[in-house]
Structures are given as C-alpha cells and as structure tokens.
C-alpha cells in the first residue's frame, strides 16, 4: 500500500490547562463570529477563512447540512470557496451552542471541541467544532457539519412502533432494498420513521443467515456500544464481543420490532427503468418459483461489501488435490480435522481466526501469508472506540456524530500515533522472529481502501509466536500436489484441507448492481470503497451514478450513522428536493 503521510496537527504556544477553561464562553465566542461572518455581504469568504487556523491546515467536512453531498475541504481557499457557493444555497442561521468540553486529542494536544444545532432553509442541522488558541484567539482546526431533518419531513420514531395495516407483500413501494442485513434494515428502519414506504428482499431463509452461515468461533472485535442497531439498543446483558449467532438474532429481531416489511428466500433477477415515470419496475423471483414485479421510485443496494463473492486466487492442479480446499465462506469448525493437517491461505481476521480454531481444536495448522499484515491489539483499538463508544458515554447519536466529525486524514494521523504501544511493538517483534511479516499500522487505510486486510489480535499472535500456527510467508504458491501445495522455491507442504482466507470481491455490490439493472445503466454506476480524493468513501451513501439508485453498507456502527445519511437523500429525491449538490 502506499505509505500514509501524517497530516500536520495544530501546535500550541504553551500547554492548555483544560481545566480552568471556558469552554461555554470560548464555544459561543466562535459560533458568533461564525454566525456573523456567515451574514456578511461582500466580505463572507474572507471573513469565514478568518475563524480558521492558520498554522495548520484548516478542515471543513459536511454532510449534507450545506453541500447535499459528502465534501471535505482542506486549505483556507478551498473553504473559503466551498462555503461561498454553500451560502448562497442554504443561508445557515440560528447557531445554538449544545455543549462544550476541553479534551487532549494526543501527547500534545489539547483543544475545546462544541456541539452545535443551526437550521438552513432546507434542514435541521447539527456540527461540532474543534477549537485552539492562535495569536490570542480562538479558531476552528476542524469544522463539522451534518443535516438531522428535512424541514417539514422530520423523522418520527413512533412510526417504528406500528405495523402496516396491510401486510401482504406490496407490488408497488416508495424504496425497495436488497439485502437484509445491518446496512439493509437500518436503511429501510430511516426510510420508515421519514414516512416513506420500504420492502427489503432478503435471499437468505431468515433474517440473519448471511450471519449464521459464517464460521462457529466468529465474534466481532469491536465492542457492543459501538456495534448497535439504530433506534434499538442492545440489552444489558447483551455479550461486550458478540457471536455471530448474537448479531443473527439481533437482526431478525430488529426486523420485527421496526415493523420491517421483509421478503425473504427471494432475489432480484432484473430491474427496468422508466424515465419518464421515473420509477423501476423489479422481477423478484422467490426459492420456489414464484415470480413478482415491484414497482419502486428508488432501490438501494445492501448485498456487503464483503461477503456477496469469494475472492479464490486460481491455483493450477487443484483437480489432482486428494484433500479438500474451500473457502472461508465455506469453513464451519475444527471438528472434522482434530489430528490433521490444514493449510489457511490468508492472514486477515478470518484467516487468522480459522488458523486459531483449527490449531486449539487439535489440527496441525501453517499458515499462509502472500503479504505484510496489519496487527492491532484488541486493547489498544478498544480505548480508541471508548472515547465515545462506551457505557457512560454520549447518546449513541451524539457519539456517532462525533466520532464522524473528524476528517479521517487526521484520524488516519492520531489512529497511526495511538495504536502503537511498547507491548504491540514487542509483539510485532515476536511475530517477525516467527516468520510472519508485519505491516506498517494504519487501520483506518484497511477498512476504508481494503475492506479489511488486517487482524486484531484475540490470541491467533500468541499461537504464532509459540509455533503452535507455522508459518509460510512471502513465498508464491506454484501449483496444489496430490497432497497439498508446492511453492516458488521449491518446498511444498502436505494438508488434509486447504482453506482460502482470501477476502471477496470488494466490487461484488456494484457488480451486483450492473448484472440487475442492464449494461446500459449499469456502465453509469460508480465503483464502490475505497477513499476518493477528499477522503470519503467512492459510491457508498451518495450519488452513485444514478439519481434513483444506492448502495449502503459497511459494520454496524458505519452503517448505522450512514443510514441515515442515506435516507434523507433517498426523502429529498423522493420530495423534489434534492436539485443542487456542490459535488467535487
């Protein structure tokens, strides 16, 4: 990958004492000037850029609230112009300060960061500022703001709590969506309480089974207060690392308790679309034969990023293996393989994972590494979330909002300075010394580029560094043997089972997409993931090259804040409103 350069961080004169700061009168002393610079006639830009640092580059991100778009800006000029246009669109007013808190981003950095609510002449609005002090005044580093309703189309939970009156499966809906997992229902649970009406189409026998078909041991690595569904938190005793079989249920239950209008054992097989009526007319064909046609105005996409298309690199002689080779879609447990030999090809989480249960379940396991690999400690990534993700944390929509208003090149920075601790370089230190090659840590480049590519260590690293997993590492494989696998200098390896932990197509939505709706739409899509120039992600929550399709998707907690994003796009095409983007 391409080495991340750190982007420069604000430098303070002397150290703040946080504790005996202002940060109330600090906050509303800067969303005056704001407010006021944003009234201004002939001197708006210079004025805006005035409330910015200097010494650094200065970052505005928004979403939606005055660009209808995802847009970063970066330099005084590039702001300056940005919010030139967006003014004259939107005429933001009516600042209102919601809190304020000084808080240590890194070793020596200190800032005020405030909440704030403002209405545009479209939207309910919402922004958080991180402040510093800057020749004796203070200015924003990082400017974040967000759109939280369309005026006059405001969400409303309550239409969660009520079923449909009529609850045959609909011919004709405002939104259908494909997919049922958490970006999918999450979606469909926005488009709901805005009033509009959803019908997801699931291939999988229930709500879930795209969960429930992975491997046993599969747990999620992030904790339980930040992987929740929108609207219905998690219980109590809900697990701090859930299963996969907690997230199967969770969702089928979210299903039903948002009242979710779901078509399951059923798949799109093509999609018309009439310009004039501007609508799509979609043939679902369900397990058993039956097919259907649903008339929608819009649809979205929620098939995964990962996990709709195996990525299987072709290996020549796999006819003349005598053992069996799968991929890791296909792997369920060790019990099969006690006292046998497994060959995992692959070192991400699911490689390592199956590495792990294959070696404590009593396989002979070497792993197979064909590239460096990010290794994170599950502590250290745990306090990073905690900031925000945790049980006396924010509301869940307050700390998604700020865990979003960071523009993701200065994460990227502070992610790379915070996850390197004395006991993970020790570790990486031991991993090298048994062969397994280790990447540069940059966390945020795996799960924006690659869609994954890295592992948080949940014990795999241990088992590597005591030899209990081998490993074979930076050497091709040529070709399977009747036994096993033969390999570029000439060694080979003898397996029982061979199993590609080799990820999947992180163009399978869009290839998805392009087969259903036509060459002729589907040439006009954009690819999908993957950071375009001002770092967002390319095609997913946003114009995706058709007015009236989407693509959602990403964890729980991404998909989570992104559905809404989504919805109040899919709202405003559906309303007549969404007419002037400041696109890049």
Not at 219 to 238: G, V
Not at 478 to 485: A, C, E, I, V
Not at 547 to 554: N, T
Request: hydrophobic share 40%.
């Amino acid at each position: 990958m391409a080495r991340f350069t750190p982007v420069p961080l604000p430098v303070l004169a002397e150290p703040l004492d946080i504790a005996s700061l202002d940060t109330k009168s600090i906050s509303n002393d800067w969303l005056s000037r704001f407010s006021s610079a944003l009234k201004a006639d002939s001197e708006a830009e210079s004025s805006i850029s005035s409330l910015f640092v200097t010494t650094c580059d200065p970052w505005w991100k928004d979403h939606l609230a005055l660009t209808w778009a995802q847009r970063t800006a970066r330099s005084a000029p590039s702001i300056d112009q940005l919010f030139g246009k967006a003014i004259e669109l939107r005429h933001p007013v009516d600042f209102e300060l919601v809190f304020s808190t000084a808080m240590p981003m890194g070793p020596h950095l200190s800032i005020v960061q405030a909440m704030f609510t403002f209405m545009t002449n479209v939207a309910k609005c919402s922004g958080i500022v991180k402040l510093v002090p800057e020749d004796g005044m203070w200015k924003a580093w990082a400017l974040f703001t967000k759109m939280d309703d369309v005026t006059g189309y405001e969400r409303d939970l309550a239409r969660l709590d009520v079923p449909d009156k009529i609850t045959d499966v609909p011919t004709e809906v405002n939104v259908l969506i494909f997919g049922a997992g958490q970006a999918g229902l999450q979606v469909a649970a926005n488009l709901r309480a805005l009033g509009l009406s959803t019908l997801v189409v699931e291939r999988g026998a229930r709500v879930g089974d795209h969960w429930r078909g992975r491997y046993d041991s599969l747990r999620l690595h992030l904790s339980k207060f930040y992987s929740q569904l929108a609207y219905r938190p998690w219980p109590e005793d809900f697990p701090f690392y859930a299963s996969l079989y907690d997230i199967a249920d969770r969702l089928e239950d979210y299903s039903r308790t948002t009242h979710l209008n779901v078509l399951t054992s059923s798949r799109a097989m093509q999609a018309a679309y009439d310009e004039v009526a501007q609508k799509w007319s979609v043939d679902i064909m369900s397990h058993d034969g039956e097919l259907r046609t649903i008339e929608a105005g819009q649809v979205v996409f929620a098939t995964g990023v990962n996990g709709a298309i195996p990525s299987v690199p072709y290996i020549t002689g796999k006819e003349d293996y005598k053992g069996m080779a799968i991929h890791s879609s296909i792997y369920r447990d060790a019990s099969d393989w006690k006292g046998k030999r497994a060959i995992v090809i692959g070192t991400a989480s699911s490689g390592h994972d199956i590495a792990h249960d294959l070696c404590t379940g009593g396989a002979e396991v070497t792993l197979i590494q064909r590239t460096p690999t990010m290794v994170l400690a599950l502590e250290d990534v745990q306090a990073l979330y905690a900031r925000v993700f945790r049980a006396d944390g924010p509301p869940l929509e307050v700390a998604d909002i700020m865990w979003e208003s960071t523009p993701i090149p200065i994460s990227r920075t502070f992610s790379k300075m915070t996850l390197g601790s004395d006991a993970v370089l020790a570790k990486h230190e031991g991993l090298r010394k048994a062969g397994f090659m280790v990447a540069e840590t940059d966390p945020l480049h795996a799960v924006y580029n690659r869609g994954g590519g890295h592992y948080i260590d949940v014990g795999a690293s241990a088992l590597i560094i005591d030899g209990k997993i081998k490993m074979k590492a930076g050497v091709p494989i040529t070709s399977f043997t009747p036994t096993g696998l033969s390999f570029e200098d000439g060694t080979t390896l003898d397996a029982d089972v061979v199993v590609f932990a080799t990820g999947y197509n992180l163009q399978s939505m869009s290839e998805t997409a392009r087969q259903i709706v036509g060459e002729e739409i589907g040439r006009k899509l954009k690819d999908v993931w993957g950071l375009d120039g001002e770092s967002h992600l390319r095609g997913m929550h946003r114009n995706s090259g058709h007015p009236r399709l989407w693509y959602a998707g990403g964890d729980l907690g991404m998909s989570r804040y992104y559905a809404k994003i989504l919805a109040l796009q899919v709202l405003a095409t559906e309303k007549g409103l969404l007419t002037d983007r400041l696109e890049d």
